[in-house]
C-alpha cells in the first residue's frame, strides 16, 4: 500500500539512506525495519520502495547527478512514466512561456524536463499520484499546482471552446489499471483518443503520448506523428496537436541518445492509404489460425506498401523499431539499396546487394541456410565451425533456449541464426553481424 507520509519521514529516507549505504540485502532490511518496530504493512511499503529507488534514479537522472535521490512512485507509476532520453528530446518541441495542464499526470515523468518558463498543473483522479507529482517536481526544482480532477471534465463539452485555464496540455493516457494487468486493446485507453481529441479543442496546441503499436488510421488529420526510442525499442507514438504542430500531416521516426539528443530521424508525408490493409490481406490475417506453412501470412507492423518480395539476397538486415512502426523503413532501404526487398510477406526482414546502415539498420551477412529441421541446422552450423549462435525469430515459434540445446553446436566461430520465413516457408538463416557506420 503506497504511503506518502511514510515514505517521505525523515526517519524511513535516513534508514533507506543508510541500508542503501551498507548494500543490506532483503532479509537484513526486513529484520532492521521490524526491530526498529514498523508494522507488516509499512515493511512491506518501505521494502517495495526501496526496490524501486536504483530504477528511478537510472530512469530519470543522469549518472553523475543520481546518488541520494529521492522520488515518490510505485511500480507501475514508475513503469509508465516517460525516461529521460526521451523527455529531455520532447522539451524542445514546447514554447518557453505559458501553462502547461499535465492531464493523467502520473508521477510527472512527462513534466521533469519541460522548459522552466512554463507554469506547470498536474491533474489526476488518484490523490496518491498527485502526492507522488508534488513530491516529484519539487525534486526537479519546478513550483507546480494539483487539481484532482477527470482530465476530460478538466477540459470538456463542458468548458468553451479557447477558455481553458491553461495554454498547452499534455495528456498519457491510461493503458493499465493494476501492476502486472496488460492492455492488449491498444484502443482501450483512458481517455479514448476521440476524448483526446476533444481535449485538444480547448488548448492552443498539446501532445498525447499514445502505445507505439497504436492504429495510425484512427489519428486525425491535421496532427503530427512521432515514433520515439532508441535503437533497440520504439517507446511511444507521440501526436502532436494545435500548435505544437511544425510540420501538419508528417510521419516521423526517431532515434534519441541517452542525452536525449535526437540521433537520426527520417519523414515523409503522411499517406493513409499505407495505414489501412487492402481486403484480400485483411482476409488472410482473419483466416491464419486455421492454416499452416506457406498459407499462413505473418505480419509484423508493416505496411501494405512495402518492399517487394525476392530472394534471400547477400545481407539481411532487421529495421530499427521506430522505422518499422513508423512505416519508414521501406523508404530507408530503397534509399540506400533500390535492391532492397523482403523475403516473405509481412515480416520486417530486409535482404539486399548490400550491407544497410545503422542506425536504421543492424545487418548481417548472410553466410548459408537451410530448411528449419535440426538435421539441415547442424549440418550448417558444423559446416562453418559454429560453437556458439544467438537465435533470432520472426514468424517461427518456438523455445530460443531449448533450440540451442537441441542443436548442440560445436566450432570455434559464433555466428546469428534467424528462424523465419521466406515465401511463407519456414527457414534458417546463417549470418554474421556486419561492420556498420
Known sequence: MFSASLLTSPQVLE??????????????????????G???????????????????????????SRKGKFLLCDKLALEQSTAQDIGRWKAALWPHEGSVNDLCCGMGGDSFFLPAGLKITGVD???NRLAMYRHNLLAFGKDVSTKCADVREVAGNNVPTGSNSADFFTIDPARRAIEGENQRDLRNLTPTLEEVVEISKHYKGGMAKLPPGYPPAEIPDSTEILYLGGHSDCRECLVLFGELVKHPDTVRAVIVDKAGNTEAEWTRKRDRTLETLDEELQEKLDRNDSLEGKDRTYRTATSRSDLPLGEIGKYIAEPAPALIRSRLFSDAALAHDPSAHLISEGIAYVSSDKPLPAPAFTSYEILAHAEIA??????????HDIGKITLKLRGVKLDPDAETKRLKPKGKNSAILFYTRAYGEKIAILTIKTNQT
Open 15 to 36: 534508514f533507506i539512506r543508510n541500508a542503501l549505504k551498507r548494500k543490506m540485502d532483503a532479509l537484513q532490511v526486513s529484520t532492521a525495519l521490524s526491530k526498529a
Open 38 to 64: 514498523y508494522s507488516n504493512e509499512d515493511r512491506a511499503t518501505i521494502m517495495d520502495y526501496m526496490a524501486l529507488v536504483p530504477k528511478f534514479r537510472d530512469k530519470f537522472f543522469e549518472e553523475e
Open 125 to 127: 483522479l488518484d490523490e
Open 374 to 383: 535440426t538435421g539441415a541446422v547442424r549440418s550448417m552450423l558444423k559446416e
